[in-house]
């Protein structure tokens, strides 16, 4: 089992910057990709961003692309998640997320097996 802890979130007004981290510790080599969630109160989880380890794709949700990064952070089997020009709309509480094992769902919940508690980011305008 991968635990998962995140941090970095925080209140912050719109256009400004945040950059959540998520360090892993456990059975982290069996790791094939990491992603990133976020959920609003009465929402579905949804997703944000993935990183594949084996060749460090990453692919991101159309609402964040251009402003969210999703990188491998030092030390190895974390990653971070720099998010610019937030908006009102990206408050949430982000959640990271690892699959031990290859997958086409890295976009839905059902395709990682372990995650972090969350941490909350709140933009305000």
């Known amino acids: 089992q991968v635990q998962l802890v995140e941090s970095g979130g925080g209140s912050v007004q719109a256009g400004g910057s945040l950059r959540l981290s998520c360090v892993t510790s456990?059975?982290?080599?069996?790791?094939?990709?990491m992603g990133w969630f976020r959920q609003t109160p009465g929402k579905e989880r949804e997703f944000v961003a993935a990183f594949i380890w084996s060749d460090s794709r990453t692919y991101y949700a159309d609402s964040v692309k251009g402003r969210f990064t999703i990188s491998r952070d030092n030390p190895k089997n974390s990653v971070s998640l720099q998010m610019s020009s937030l908006k009102p709309e990206d408050t949430a509480v982000y959640f990271c997320?690892?699959?031990?094992?290859?997958?086409?769902?890295?976009?839905?919940?059902?395709?990682?097996?372990?995650w972090g508690q969350g941490t909350q980011v709140t933009v305000s305008s």
């Open positions: 997320a690892s699959a031990s094992k290859p997958t086409l769902y890295y976009h839905t919940t059902d395709g990682y097996d372990d």
């Open positions: 456990g059975r982290t080599f069996d790791n094939y990709v």
